[in-house]
């Protein structure tokens, strides 16, 4: 079968992001993949939650297809999982951070930092700790589909959170009618009709799933109460005993501040 990437070149590519500032660092790594890669980069997907094998990052995908995926991801604060044992292979590149992997048998962590490669392969897994935060590229090879129960799972089934999955499924839908509606890896216009029509019918469905499951920006602001409301007295019944007290001290030492 014919693929569109190149692992190596896409690990080429993504070093020159390397000690830019976030997020220009992203901006140089998608620059050298359009000019690697005319016409197949999408820049346009929002970054979005991943929570898969225990692990919560963010990511953003630049380009699907039914074999194939190029993505960032990344997490500012550390997080842990499992990788999952995949039907399909992951190259990853880190660009910033640290992680630490470890397999079967091996008894001492492995640890990656800026510029190094991460392979994980078909029918393998790893334990994954990514320390302080750590930011990475990803080509994935293979039936992405086998795939995706592993990427939904914990956000049916764990943290509730449909939004993410249903996000998740809007922006395959989108990449994937797109990668449909390109020309085949070698170059030339696919002759399938049914291919063209998936590429359409995607292409229709994506935008309403996006907009069904769309969340709001995150919103740090603290929320002002609800303003505080004066103690209700039932008629003909004295305010408690401690209200009334507080009243009457207030009153003395109002009193006693006017005597002197």
Avoid at 125 to 145: C, Q
Avoid at 245 to 258: E, L, Q
Wanted: aromatic fraction near 10%; include cysteine; proline fraction near 8%.
């Amino acid at each position: 079968m014919e693929y569109i990437f190149d692992a190596d070149v896409i690990h080429e590519c993504s070093l020159q992001g390397i000690g830019k500032p976030k997020p220009e660092m992203f901006d140089a790594i998608a620059d050298a993949w359009e000019d690697a890669y005319p016409g197949r980069i999408d820049r346009s997907q929002p970054w979005m939650y991943s929570i898969a094998g225990g692990a919560m990052i963010q990511m953003k995908l630049y380009f699907a297809s039914s074999m194939e995926y190029l993505m960032i991801w990344g997490t500012p604060i550390g997080s842990e999982g499992h990788s999952g044992r995949h039907a399909v292979g992951f190259w990853d590149t880190v660009i910033d951070g640290e992680m630490h992997y470890f397999g079967e048998g091996q008894f001492e962590k492995r640890i990656y930092k800026p510029g190094d490669r991460v392979w994980v392969g078909p029918g393998q897994a790893r334990a994954m700790n990514f320390t302080d935060g750590v930011w990475a590229t990803e080509y994935m090879r293979g039936p992405i589909m086998t795939s995706m129960p592993f990427g939904l799972a914990d956000e049916i089934l764990s943290t509730l959170d449909f939004a993410t999955a249903g996000q998740t499924v809007g922006m395959y839908m989108d990449l994937l009618g797109k990668a449909w509606s390109q020309p085949l890896p070698n170059g030339e216009a696919s002759r399938n009709p049914l291919r063209k029509l998936a590429a359409t019918s995607l292409g229709l469905m994506a935008p309403i799933v996006n907009r069904v499951f769309a969340t709001k920006p995150p919103d740090d602001a603290i929320p002002a109460g609800p303003a505080a409301r004066p103690a209700k007295v039932l008629p003909g019944r004295h305010a408690k005993p401690h209200i009334a007290s507080a009243h009457s001290h207030g009153h003395s030492h109002h009193k006693s501040a006017a005597g002197e």
